[in-house]
C-alpha cells in the first residue's frame, strides 16, 4: 500500500493527478478570505482542505460506486442534484472548481451556462478536463475530451472573458503515460493469455519493462520541455472570469 500510495503521489508516474493538485492547489490560494466557492462534481472532496480559507460548497448527483471515486467514496455533498440545475438564486458563488467532470455529463454546453448563471459578475471558473481519456467511471462517460478551441467557444458564449487554456504537460509526457499504462496491463498472467504465449511473454516483458515503465518515462520527463506545440496533452487546466 505504502508504494502504491508513493507511485499516485509521483510526479514521474501520476503526474497528471499531481500537476493538476498543484494547479488547483495555486488557485484556491489565490482566492480571498470568505469567498463562496462551489465545486461542481466534487466527488470525494479532495480539494476542501485548500478551501479552508473559503465558504467552500459541494454539488455532485451521487450516483457512482465508491470503487469509482478517488478517495473510495463521496466526501459531503451540499447539492446533490444535476450538474446543470443546482438549486441556487442567479449570481451567488464567487467561484466555481469543476475537476475531470466535465466529460461525464451527457449536455456539458449545458454545464457552462449553468456555470455561467450562478456566477456572480467578475467570478471566477476554474475548469478541467481531458483532451483524451480511457472509458472510466461506466457508464457516465459521454466524451474523450475537450480541445482549446471547445473551451474558447462555448465559455465565450456561455458569458466569460479571460479564458486562459493551458495544457496539463505535453506530448512527451503523454507517450511516457501509455508505456506506464503498457507495462501495467500486460504484466505476466494478467491477459489470461495460453500457457505457453505467457511462458514466452514473460522473459520479453521482464527485459521490456524497466525500459518502458521507467527509463522512458525518465527520457519523456527531461524531453516535454522541448514540445512547444503539445498537441497531445492528456487534458487542460482552464481559468474563466464571468463577465
Known sequence: MALKSWLKASPLFAFNLVNRDRWVAAQAASLPAGARVLDMGAGSCPYRPLFAHCRYETQDFAGLGDDQLRHGGYGRIDYRCDIAGVPVADAVFDAILCTEALEHVREP???????ARI???GGRLML??????GIHQEPYHYYGG?????YHDFLG????????????????????????????????????????????WSPLWALLAPLLGLAL??????????????????????????R
Open 109 to 115: 454546453i449545458k454545464v457552462v451556462q449553468e456555470m
Open 217 to 242: 518515462p525518465l527520457a519523456c520527463s527531461y524531453l516535454d520541455r522541448f514540445d512547444r506545440e503539445k498537441r497531445f496533452t492528456v487534458g487542460y487546466h482552464v481559468t474563466a472570469v464571468k
Open 146 to 150: 475537450y480541445t482549446p478551441y471547445w
Open 157 to 200: 458564449a456561455a458569458g466569460f472573458a479571460q479564458i486562459r487554456v493551458e495544457p496539463n504537460a505535453g506530448s512527451f509526457r503523454f507517450y511516457a503515460q501509455e508505456s506506464i499504462r503498457f507495462v501495467q496491463t500486460t504484466r505476466p498472467f494478467k491477459l489470461g493469455m495460453p500457457l505457453p504465449v505467457e511462458l514466452l
Open 128 to 133: 478541467t478536463a481531458p483532451l483524451g481519456s
Open 119 to 121: 456566477l456572480k459578475p
